[in-house]
């Protein structure tokens, strides 16, 4: 069975909650209730959903956890803050993991085109190497891997200060939600599960076969004719 790891960024329970968008609400409240949407979405497909916190737990214990769930693909939930205002999505992968890039270029693609945010960098790819934002989050998932899956860190949108594009995204978080429910299902080349009963017609059987009406009546018929044709 395929499955997807849905990492929630920051403390959902400690004190390190993130950032705060312009709403006031923590980057892990906000990504956890995501998180939960997206597993609802895709729970009429064939695939198993799990979502990873980080409350009180060290880089290289999630990349274990993760690890052991042996996924097919991970996301993991943030989003951006800056002092001034600053715009666009980047979703972040390391430098040598080609497949991960892909699969970020697939993210920031869905998200530019659905919620109108521009992407930064290499269209929305931010390739990140030692010592750089996010790089332990999934350089341990990367060491600890059972079996290679890609991965990437999801930045959609700079959120603590109040713009058109801050404003649409978070006006709008269930299209966030389906960016991400669509993600998956093109990178797993999902379906959804086929529950319609088989109603295929059984072949009748050759023993106990009712004669319909229709019958009944030629079956008379030949026999009135007969019996006239035996008068003359």
Same mark, same amino acid.
């Given at each position: 069975?395929?499955?997807?790891?849905?990492?929630?960024?920051?403390?959902?329970?400690?004190?390190?909650?993130?950032?705060?968008?312009?709403?006031?609400?923590?980057?892990?409240?906000?990504?956890?209730?995501?998180?939960?949407?997206?597993?609802?979405?895709?729970?009429?497909?064939?695939?198993?959903?799990?979502?990873?916190?980080?409350?009180?737990?060290?880089?290289?214990?999630?990349?274990?956890?993760?690890?052991?769930?042996?996924?097919?693909?991970?996301?993991?939930?943030?989003?951006?803050?800056?002092?001034?205002?600053?715009?666009?999505?980047?979703?972040?992968?390391?430098?040598?993991?080609?497949?991960?890039?892909?699969?970020?270029?697939?993210?920031?693609?869905?998200?530019?085109?659905?919620?109108? +945010?521009?992407?930064?960098?290499?269209?929305?790819?931010?390739?990140?190497?030692?010592?750089?934002?996010?790089?332990?989050?999934?350089?341990?998932?990367? +060491?600890?891997?059972?079996?290679?899956?890609?991965?990437?860190?999801?930045?959609?949108?700079?959120?603590?200060?109040?713009?058109?594009?801050?404003?649409?995204?978070?006006?709008?978080?269930?299209?966030?939600?389906?960016?991400?429910?669509?993600?998956?299902?093109?990178?797993?080349?999902?379906?959804?599960?086929?529950?319609?009963?088989?109603?295929?017609?059984?072949?009748?059987?050759?023993?106990?076969?009712?004669?319909?009406?229709?019958? +009944?009546?030629?079956?008379?018929?030949?026999? +009135?004719?007969?019996?006239?044709?035996?008068?003359?």
């Amino acid at each position: 069975m395929k499955k997807v790891a849905l990492i929630v960024g920051h403390d959902v329970e400690g004190k390190s909650k993130g950032a705060i968008n312009y709403l006031g609400e923590y980057e892990s409240t906000f990504n956890f209730r995501i998180a939960k949407k997206v597993k609802s979405k895709l729970k009429d497909y064939d695939i198993s959903v799990k979502i990873f916190t980080t409350d009180l737990k060290l880089h290289s214990t999630i990349g274990y956890e993760v690890s052991e769930f042996m996924p097919s693909m991970s996301l993991e939930l943030h989003f951006n803050s800056f002092s001034s205002p600053a715009f666009g999505c980047e979703v972040l992968a390391l430098e040598d993991d080609i497949a991960s890039q892909a699969l970020a270029r697939l993210v920031a693609a869905n998200i530019s085109y659905s919620m109108g +945010i521009k992407r930064r960098r290499d269209q929305g790819l931010y390739i990140i190497s030692k010592g750089g934002r996010g790089f332990n989050n999934l350089n341990y998932l990367k +060491i600890y891997q059972k079996k290679y899956f890609p991965k990437v860190l999801v930045e959609p949108c700079f959120a603590n200060i109040k713009t058109k594009e801050s404003q649409y995204f978070f006006e709008k978080e269930d299209e966030y939600v389906e960016c991400l429910v669509k993600v998956v299902k093109t990178q797993l080349n999902l379906e959804p599960n086929n529950h319609t009963p088989d109603i295929r017609t059984p072949k009748p059987s050759k023993t106990g076969l009712r004669k319909s009406p229709k019958n +009944i009546i030629d079956r008379i018929i030949i026999a +009135i004719k007969k019996f006239f044709k035996g008068m003359y």
